[in-house]
Protein backbone atom coordinates (compact mmCIF):
# COMPACT_ATOMS: atom_id res chain seq x y z
CA UNK A 1 0.00 0.00 0.00
CA UNK A 2 1.09 3.76 -1.01
CA UNK A 3 1.25 5.80 1.84
CA UNK A 4 1.03 9.25 0.92
CA UNK A 5 4.22 11.97 1.68
CA UNK A 6 4.05 14.06 4.53
CA UNK A 7 2.08 17.62 3.40
CA UNK A 8 4.09 20.79 4.79
CA UNK A 9 1.33 23.20 4.88
CA UNK A 10 -1.53 25.57 6.40
CA UNK A 11 -4.77 24.65 7.11
CA UNK A 12 -7.05 27.15 8.83
CA UNK A 13 -10.06 25.17 10.09
CA UNK A 14 -13.07 27.39 10.43
CA UNK A 15 -15.97 25.51 12.30
CA UNK A 16 -18.25 26.36 15.74
CA UNK A 17 -18.04 23.06 16.98
CA UNK A 18 -15.26 21.69 19.14
CA UNK A 19 -16.06 18.29 18.22
CA UNK A 20 -15.53 18.76 14.49
CA UNK A 21 -12.22 20.85 15.22
CA UNK A 22 -10.39 18.36 17.34
CA UNK A 23 -11.31 15.49 14.91
CA UNK A 24 -9.89 17.60 11.80
CA UNK A 25 -6.63 18.83 14.14
CA UNK A 26 -6.10 14.90 15.07
CA UNK A 27 -6.56 13.92 11.25
CA UNK A 28 -4.33 16.91 9.33
CA UNK A 29 -1.36 17.07 12.31
CA UNK A 30 -1.18 12.72 11.69
CA UNK A 31 -0.48 13.68 8.06
CA UNK A 32 1.99 16.70 8.95
CA UNK A 33 -0.28 19.74 8.39
CA UNK A 34 0.46 22.32 10.62
CA UNK A 35 -3.47 23.72 11.73
CA UNK A 36 -5.03 27.07 12.65
CA UNK A 37 -8.27 27.36 14.13
CA UNK A 38 -11.17 29.97 13.91
CA UNK A 39 -14.05 29.25 15.99
CA UNK A 40 -16.48 31.98 13.98
CA UNK A 41 -16.30 33.96 10.75
CA UNK A 42 -15.02 37.14 12.43
CA UNK A 43 -12.00 35.45 14.48
CA UNK A 44 -11.11 33.80 10.86
CA UNK A 45 -11.20 37.34 9.21
CA UNK A 46 -9.03 38.95 12.34
CA UNK A 47 -6.47 35.68 11.46
CA UNK A 48 -6.43 36.42 7.90
CA UNK A 49 -4.83 40.25 9.05
CA UNK A 50 -1.43 38.22 10.61
CA UNK A 51 -0.58 34.98 8.63
CA UNK A 52 -2.03 33.64 5.37
CA UNK A 53 -3.05 29.73 5.22
CA UNK A 54 -2.18 27.59 2.23
CA UNK A 55 -6.00 26.42 2.29
CA UNK A 56 -9.20 26.82 4.52
CA UNK A 57 -11.67 24.81 5.30
CA UNK A 58 -14.87 26.34 5.90
CA UNK A 59 -17.81 25.39 7.51
CA UNK A 60 -21.20 26.22 6.04
CA UNK A 61 -23.26 26.71 8.88
CA UNK A 62 -22.30 28.99 11.93
CA UNK A 63 -23.78 31.55 13.65
CA UNK A 64 -23.36 35.12 13.27
CA UNK A 65 -20.98 35.64 10.19
CA UNK A 66 -21.58 31.99 8.21
CA UNK A 67 -19.39 30.32 6.11
CA UNK A 68 -20.49 31.80 2.79
CA UNK A 69 -20.20 35.13 3.84
CA UNK A 70 -17.05 34.71 5.85
CA UNK A 71 -15.59 32.95 2.00
CA UNK A 72 -16.85 36.53 0.43
CA UNK A 73 -14.97 38.53 2.60
CA UNK A 74 -12.19 36.85 2.97
CA UNK A 75 -12.27 36.60 -1.12
CA UNK A 76 -12.43 40.45 -1.30
CA UNK A 77 -8.69 40.89 0.70
CA UNK A 78 -5.41 40.92 -1.22
CA UNK A 79 -3.88 38.03 0.99
CA UNK A 80 -7.41 35.63 0.46
CA UNK A 81 -7.61 35.81 -2.92
CA UNK A 82 -5.69 32.91 -3.86
CA UNK A 83 -6.13 31.22 -0.77
CA UNK A 84 -8.32 27.60 -2.50
CA UNK A 85 -11.45 27.48 0.29
CA UNK A 86 -12.60 23.76 0.54
CA UNK A 87 -16.40 23.81 2.28
CA UNK A 88 -18.14 21.18 5.06
CA UNK A 89 -20.98 20.80 4.82
CA UNK A 90 -24.32 18.71 6.16
CA UNK A 91 -26.61 20.53 3.46
CA UNK A 92 -27.69 18.62 0.72
CA UNK A 93 -29.47 20.90 -1.26
CA UNK A 94 -27.69 21.67 -4.48
CA UNK A 95 -28.33 25.78 -4.01
CA UNK A 96 -26.31 25.68 -1.38
CA UNK A 97 -23.12 23.80 -3.21
CA UNK A 98 -23.38 26.42 -6.13
CA UNK A 99 -23.74 29.44 -3.52
CA UNK A 100 -20.62 27.72 -1.59
CA UNK A 101 -18.77 28.22 -5.45
CA UNK A 102 -20.60 31.23 -6.20
CA UNK A 103 -19.03 33.09 -3.41
CA UNK A 104 -15.44 31.65 -4.13
CA UNK A 105 -15.09 28.43 -2.53
CA UNK A 106 -12.92 25.88 -4.80
CA UNK A 107 -14.29 22.76 -3.11
CA UNK A 108 -16.96 21.17 -1.02
CA UNK A 109 -17.09 18.42 1.09
CA UNK A 110 -20.04 16.44 2.98
CA UNK A 111 -20.10 15.92 6.51
CA UNK A 112 -19.68 13.03 7.96
CA UNK A 113 -16.71 13.46 6.20
CA UNK A 114 -14.16 10.72 4.60
CA UNK A 115 -10.27 11.21 5.88
CA UNK A 116 -9.13 9.82 3.07
CA UNK A 117 -11.62 11.72 0.63
CA UNK A 118 -10.57 14.37 2.71
CA UNK A 119 -6.88 14.50 2.53
CA UNK A 120 -6.84 13.44 -0.98
CA UNK A 121 -8.72 17.41 -1.88
CA UNK A 122 -6.39 18.85 0.56
CA UNK A 123 -3.51 17.70 -1.65
CA UNK A 124 -4.57 18.11 -5.03
CA UNK A 125 -5.78 21.92 -4.34
CA UNK A 126 -2.76 23.18 -2.75
CA UNK A 127 -0.69 21.61 -5.27
CA UNK A 128 -2.55 23.23 -7.96
CA UNK A 129 -2.75 26.78 -5.80
CA UNK A 130 1.40 26.43 -5.43
CA UNK A 131 1.84 25.57 -8.80
CA UNK A 132 -0.97 28.79 -10.01
CA UNK A 133 1.36 31.19 -7.38
CA UNK A 134 4.55 29.83 -9.13
CA UNK A 135 3.57 30.75 -13.06
CA UNK A 136 2.41 34.26 -11.81
CA UNK A 137 5.75 34.83 -10.18
CA UNK A 138 7.34 33.70 -13.04
CA UNK A 139 5.34 36.41 -15.11
CA UNK A 140 6.17 39.05 -12.40
CA UNK A 141 9.61 38.64 -13.09
CA UNK A 142 9.75 38.74 -16.51
CA UNK A 143 9.03 42.96 -15.84
CA UNK A 144 6.19 42.03 -18.74
CA UNK A 145 2.47 43.93 -18.41
CA UNK A 146 0.54 40.77 -18.19
CA UNK A 147 -2.94 40.55 -17.46
CA UNK A 148 -5.46 37.83 -17.44
CA UNK A 149 -9.46 37.95 -17.74
CA UNK A 150 -11.82 35.32 -16.85
CA UNK A 151 -14.83 34.93 -19.10
CA UNK A 152 -17.00 37.83 -17.69
CA UNK A 153 -14.36 39.94 -18.42
CA UNK A 154 -12.97 41.05 -15.14
CA UNK A 155 -9.80 40.83 -13.42
CA UNK A 156 -8.55 37.30 -12.33
CA UNK A 157 -5.05 38.91 -11.77
CA UNK A 158 -2.13 41.13 -13.09
CA UNK A 159 1.50 41.66 -13.11
CA UNK A 160 2.80 44.58 -10.94
CA UNK A 161 4.02 46.34 -14.33
CA UNK A 162 0.22 46.02 -15.67
CA UNK A 163 -0.97 47.23 -12.77
CA UNK A 164 1.86 50.32 -12.47
CA UNK A 165 0.78 50.77 -16.00
CA UNK A 166 -2.70 50.99 -15.56
CA UNK A 167 -2.36 53.16 -12.34
CA UNK A 168 -0.70 55.46 -14.80
CA UNK A 169 -3.74 55.78 -16.53
CA UNK A 170 -6.75 55.33 -14.23
CA UNK A 171 -4.98 56.49 -10.64
CA UNK A 172 -7.61 55.10 -8.44
CA UNK A 173 -7.39 52.03 -10.09
CA UNK A 174 -6.40 48.30 -8.35
CA UNK A 175 -6.16 44.66 -8.98
CA UNK A 176 -8.12 44.05 -6.34
CA UNK A 177 -10.99 45.88 -7.39
CA UNK A 178 -11.52 42.84 -9.89
CA UNK A 179 -13.35 44.88 -12.43
CA UNK A 180 -11.18 45.91 -15.87
CA UNK A 181 -10.72 50.15 -15.66
CA UNK A 182 -13.84 51.30 -18.12
CA UNK A 183 -10.76 52.30 -21.01
CA UNK A 184 -10.16 48.48 -21.32
CA UNK A 185 -13.21 46.69 -21.03
CA UNK A 186 -14.93 47.70 -24.70
CA UNK A 187 -11.70 46.03 -26.39
CA UNK A 188 -11.27 43.35 -23.67
CA UNK A 189 -14.75 42.14 -24.19
CA UNK A 190 -14.10 42.31 -28.67
CA UNK A 191 -11.04 39.85 -28.09
CA UNK A 192 -13.58 37.75 -25.31
CA UNK A 193 -15.71 37.62 -27.47
CA UNK A 194 -14.48 36.49 -30.66
CA UNK A 195 -12.48 33.89 -29.09
CA UNK A 196 -9.20 35.60 -30.29
CA UNK A 197 -5.82 33.60 -30.67
CA UNK A 198 -2.40 34.81 -29.78
CA UNK A 199 -1.20 37.84 -31.59
CA UNK A 200 -4.57 39.22 -32.19
CA UNK A 201 -5.10 42.32 -30.79
CA UNK A 202 -7.30 45.34 -30.40
CA UNK A 203 -6.73 49.42 -29.11
CA UNK A 204 -7.78 51.56 -26.52
CA UNK A 205 -7.58 55.19 -27.44
CA UNK A 206 -6.83 57.41 -25.07
CA UNK A 207 -5.88 60.83 -26.94
CA UNK A 208 -4.75 61.55 -30.27
CA UNK A 209 -1.35 60.82 -29.71
CA UNK A 210 -1.03 57.55 -26.86
CA UNK A 211 -3.31 54.52 -26.88
CA UNK A 212 -3.10 51.24 -24.95
CA UNK A 213 -3.25 48.37 -27.03
CA UNK A 214 -4.05 44.55 -25.83
CA UNK A 215 -2.23 41.67 -27.70
CA UNK A 216 -3.83 38.20 -27.01
CA UNK A 217 -0.86 35.89 -25.00
CA UNK A 218 -2.69 32.76 -24.87
CA UNK A 219 -5.26 30.64 -22.72
CA UNK A 220 -3.44 29.62 -19.58
CA UNK A 221 -6.85 27.99 -18.52
CA UNK A 222 -10.25 27.45 -20.73
CA UNK A 223 -11.63 30.57 -18.44
CA UNK A 224 -8.84 33.08 -19.08
CA UNK A 225 -7.20 35.23 -21.75
CA UNK A 226 -3.87 36.23 -20.98
CA UNK A 227 -3.25 39.35 -22.28
CA UNK A 228 -0.47 41.75 -22.66
CA UNK A 229 -0.80 45.61 -22.58
CA UNK A 230 1.04 48.23 -24.51
CA UNK A 231 1.59 51.79 -24.06
CA UNK A 232 1.39 53.16 -27.59
CA UNK A 233 3.24 56.27 -27.33
CA UNK A 234 5.81 56.30 -29.79
CA UNK A 235 7.58 59.79 -29.91
CA UNK A 236 8.05 59.61 -26.25
CA UNK A 237 9.60 55.74 -26.41
CA UNK A 238 11.61 56.71 -29.05
CA UNK A 239 13.51 59.29 -27.54
CA UNK A 240 13.79 57.12 -24.10
CA UNK A 241 15.15 54.24 -26.07
CA UNK A 242 17.60 56.51 -28.33
CA UNK A 243 18.57 58.50 -25.21
CA UNK A 244 19.42 55.25 -23.36
CA UNK A 245 20.81 53.42 -25.40
CA UNK A 246 22.61 55.65 -28.58
CA UNK A 247 20.31 54.55 -31.05
CA UNK A 248 19.84 56.26 -34.40
CA UNK A 249 16.10 56.86 -35.38
CA UNK A 250 15.04 54.64 -36.99
CA UNK A 251 17.10 51.78 -34.81
CA UNK A 252 14.93 52.94 -31.67
CA UNK A 253 11.82 52.59 -33.78
CA UNK A 254 12.97 49.25 -34.69
CA UNK A 255 13.30 48.26 -31.03
CA UNK A 256 9.95 50.05 -29.85
CA UNK A 257 8.33 47.51 -32.10
CA UNK A 258 10.07 45.12 -31.11
CA UNK A 259 9.38 45.44 -27.35
CA UNK A 260 5.19 45.57 -28.80
CA UNK A 261 5.67 42.11 -29.56
CA UNK A 262 5.37 43.07 -33.13
CA UNK A 263 7.11 40.49 -36.08
CA UNK A 264 9.73 41.97 -39.13
CA UNK A 265 6.75 41.61 -40.94
CA UNK A 266 4.68 43.92 -39.55
CA UNK A 267 7.64 46.35 -38.42
CA UNK A 268 8.20 46.76 -41.99
CA UNK A 269 4.83 47.56 -42.85
CA UNK A 270 4.62 49.78 -40.22
CA UNK A 271 7.97 52.01 -41.00
CA UNK A 272 7.36 51.23 -44.57
CA UNK A 273 10.53 49.35 -45.49
CA UNK A 274 11.96 46.33 -46.27
CA UNK A 275 11.99 43.16 -43.47
CA UNK A 276 15.64 42.76 -44.32
CA UNK A 277 16.31 46.47 -43.54
CA UNK A 278 14.29 46.16 -40.20
CA UNK A 279 17.00 42.66 -39.58
CA UNK A 280 19.58 44.97 -40.22
CA UNK A 281 18.92 47.63 -37.82
CA UNK A 282 18.30 44.92 -35.72
CA UNK A 283 21.80 43.58 -35.63
CA UNK A 284 22.64 46.78 -35.32
CA UNK A 285 20.26 47.28 -31.87
CA UNK A 286 21.89 43.74 -30.68
CA UNK A 287 25.48 45.18 -31.35
CA UNK A 288 24.67 48.50 -29.13
CA UNK A 289 22.99 46.71 -26.62
CA UNK A 290 25.30 43.96 -26.12
CA UNK A 291 22.54 41.32 -26.42
CA UNK A 292 22.52 38.54 -28.85
CA UNK A 293 18.24 37.70 -29.05
CA UNK A 294 14.96 39.50 -29.68
CA UNK A 295 13.23 38.62 -26.08
CA UNK A 296 16.47 40.39 -24.81
CA UNK A 297 16.61 43.57 -26.86
CA UNK A 298 12.70 43.53 -26.01
CA UNK A 299 13.63 43.18 -21.90
CA UNK A 300 15.57 46.37 -22.13
CA UNK A 301 13.63 47.97 -23.71
CA UNK A 302 10.54 47.89 -21.66
CA UNK A 303 12.64 48.49 -18.69
CA UNK A 304 13.61 51.48 -20.33
CA UNK A 305 9.97 53.04 -21.15
CA UNK A 306 7.92 51.20 -18.00
CA UNK A 307 10.56 54.02 -15.87
Known amino acids: ?82 VPIIFMTGLTESEHVVHALEVGGIDYIRKPIVVDELLARIRVHIANARQAQGSQYALDATGRSLIAIDANGDVAWCTPAAEELLGAFVPDWSQHDRVLPEILRAPAARLLNEKAVPGTSAKAEIDEDRSLELIVVGRPRGDELLVRINSIDPQANIARLQQQFGLTQREAEVLLWVSYGKPNRVISEILTISPRTVNKHLEQVFEKLGVETRAAAAAFAVRTISQ
Open 1 to 82: MNVAPPLTATVLVVDDTQESLRFLTDTLEAVGIAVLIATSGESALDLFGHIVPDLVLMDAVMPGLDGFETTRAIKATAAGAK
